[in-house]
T-cell receptor, first 112, second 112 residues
Framework: AQSVTQLGSHVSVSEGALVLLRCNYSSSVPPYLFWYVQYPNQGLQLLLKYTSAATLVKGINGFEAEFKKSETSFHLTKPSAHMSDAAEYFCAVSDPSNQFYFGTGTSLTVIP | DAMVIQNPRYQVTQFGKPVTLSCSQTLNHNVMYWYQQKSSQAPKLLFHYYDKDFNNEADTPDNFQSRRPNTSFCFLDIRSPGLGDAAMYLC???????????FGSGTRLTVV
């Protein structure tokens, strides 16, 4: 079975600073990879996904993520944090058997 | 816009009183999922339907049941809610298993 590890359950950044949320997966076969954002009392919204095309994936709200096979990583970045980025972020992976796995989530706080 | 709609957004039920949560989709996706999400945790898959085929996760309590009368609708029935069942319940759809999900806004269930 796959596992998805999100390092850092809580991340705080200053407004305007770089956002870096880490995600590592376990798989010998490149899977599909996803980042979702969840605002309080809301469902999950897809930010971006990697499906074996370009390794640098651009998503909504200025986020992007880079698939690095050698590091089995799919870290999420944004050059400049906005207050509206404060939310819970989930990394997820689907494997060749079509099972879908979520990471445990990272709560992002943006400090004015 | 094509979407996934969950009703109600907030549901309060009494301990032991059956409750039904509903989900509808206009995406015509084959797969519909129900997830349970407790505070500060990742969503946990309860079951899913691939078309009319029902798939129960091994650790989903018998207290939880689901119905999918047609492609567009899926229901989650909790036969005898306990205090531990208070959570956010998320419905999601995907065209095929393992593809990216589209989530509804969730139903926050409170058990009193």
């Amino acid at each position: 079975a796959q596992s998805v590890t999100q390092l850092g359950s809580h991340v705080s950044v200053s407004e305007g600073a770089l956002v870096l949320l880490r995600c590592n997966y376990s798989s010998s076969v490149p899977p599909y990879l996803f980042w979702y954002v969840q605002y309080p009392n809301q469902g999950l919204q897809l930010l971006l996904k990697y499906t074996s095309a370009a390794t640098l994936v651009k998503g909504i709200n200025g986020f992007e993520a880079e698939f690095k096979k050698s590091e089995t990583s799919f870290h999420l970045t944004k050059p400049s944090a906005h207050m509206s980025d404060a939310a819970e972020y989930f990394c997820a992976v689907s494997d060749p058997s079509n099972q879908f796995y979520f990471g445990t989530g990272t709560s992002l706080t943006v400090i004015p | 816009d094509a979407m996934v709609i969950q009703n109600p957004r907030y549901q309060v039920t009494q301990f032991g009183k059956p409750v039904t949560l509903s989900c509808s989709q206009t995406l015509n996706h084959n797969v519909m999922y129900w997830y349970q999400q407790k505070s500060s945790q990742a969503p946990k898959l309860l079951f899913h339907y691939y078309d009319k085929d029902f798939n129960n996760e091994a650790d989903t309590p018998d207290n939880f049941q689901s119905r999918r009368p047609n492609t567009s609708f899926c229901f989650l029935d909790i036969r005898s809610p306990g205090l531990g069942d208070a959570a956010m319940y998320l419905c999601a759809t995907s065209r095929e298993q393992g593809w990216g999900y589209t989530f509804g806004s969730g139903t926050r269930l409170t058990v009193v």
